[in-house]
């Protein structure tokens, strides 16, 4: 009995210390192929959260003064020194009310679609990428529920050619793919989920500034003497 427990104890004081020596690089390729998928679409969301976060960042960043500068030179008759700070201001704003500026003569409704064809292209390119995030933040759960019905499988298989036994170590790779995928799925989306919507907020509260400026804009044009 005394030589029983002195054999199995390394035994398990080895399988133990596996146990806590396992780490992020060996959980990750124990969760087999699907992983590497998961590992591209988390580094593509990744990439394209930033990128198009310091681009709506970028375009938001607009001189709070720039429709009154904007009125100033359109009242004092000044209309190429107008279009001038629209080009020297890097914004869909900018851009957009160029566009207006360029129009002036024209009739108002001429005027008006102008500005919001101009707008509906800028948010167009603001929106690039977004897509792709949306598919990111749906995909990579059901990649991962995918990774867990194979590892089920994987540990039947198991299971059934080892005889029916029960063996953990059996059942221990099929397990490892089914919940290592699992994991991994919800890491990569969730964040994409959470990053996409934040994106969009941004994105719809640039578009209410847009249309607050296109206002602003039409209102200079209809009473340019008063202002």
Same mark, same amino acid.
């Given at each position: 009995?005394?030589?029983?427990?002195?054999?199995?104890?390394?035994?398990?004081?080895?399988?133990?210390?596996?146990?806590? %020596?396992?780490?992020?690089?060996?959980?990750?390729?124990?969760?087999?192929?699907?992983?590497?998928?998961?590992?591209?679409?988390?580094?593509?969301?990744?990439?394209?959260?930033?990128?198009?976060?310091?681009? @709506?960042?970028?375009?938001?960043?607009?001189?709070?003064?720039?429709?009154?500068?904007?009125?100033?030179?359109?009242?004092?008759?000044? @209309?190429?020194?107008?279009?001038?700070?629209?080009?020297? %201001?890097?914004?869909?704003?900018?851009?957009?009310?160029?566009?207006?500026?360029?129009?002036?003569?024209?009739?108002?409704?001429?005027?008006?679609?102008?500005?919001?064809?101009?707008?509906?292209? #800028?948010?167009?390119?603001?929106? %690039?990428?977004?897509?792709?995030?949306?598919?990111?933040?749906?995909?990579?759960?059901?990649?991962?529920?995918?990774? %867990?019905?194979?590892?089920?499988?994987?540990?039947?298989?198991?299971?059934?050619?080892?005889?029916?036994?029960?063996?953990?170590?059996?059942?221990?790779?099929?397990?490892?793919?089914?919940?290592?995928?699992?994991?991994?799925?919800?890491?990569?989306?969730?964040?994409?989920?959470?990053?996409?919507?934040?994106?969009?907020?941004?994105?719809?509260?640039?578009?209410?500034?847009?249309?607050?400026?296109?206002?602003?804009?039409?209102?200079?044009?209809?009473?340019?003497? #008063?202002?």
């Amino acid at each position: 009995m005394m030589i029983l427990l002195q054999a199995t104890e390394p035994v398990a004081v080895a399988a133990e210390q596996t146990a806590k %020596t396992m780490g992020l690089g060996e959980l990750f390729l124990a969760g087999g192929f699907l992983m590497w998928p998961l590992l591209i679409l988390g580094g593509a969301a990744v990439f394209i959260f930033f990128e198009r976060f310091w681009a @709506i960042r970028k375009a938001s960043s607009v001189d709070m003064n720039f429709m009154n500068r904007i009125r100033d030179l359109i009242c004092d008759g000044k @209309i190429h020194a107008a279009v001038q700070l629209c080009r020297s %201001t890097d914004s869909p704003i900018a851009r957009m009310i160029e566009k207006g500026i360029g129009r002036i003569g024209r009739p108002l409704s001429d005027v008006q679609n102008s500005i919001e064809n101009v707008a509906n292209l #800028e948010v167009s390119k603001l929106e %690039t990428g977004l897509p792709i995030l949306a598919t990111i933040a749906g995909g990579a759960p059901m990649l991962g529920f995918l990774g %867990t019905v194979v590892g089920m499988v994987q540990a039947f298989m198991n299971m059934s050619q080892a005889g029916g036994t029960v063996d953990m170590t059996v059942l221990a790779s099929g397990m490892y793919v089914a919940m290592v995928t699992t994991v991994g799925g919800l890491v990569v989306g969730v964040p994409a989920y959470f990053g996409y919507n934040y994106l969009v907020a941004r994105i719809e509260k640039l578009v209410f500034r847009m249309e607050a400026n296109s206002i602003a804009f039409m209102d200079i044009l209809n009473q340019p003497i #008063e202002q």
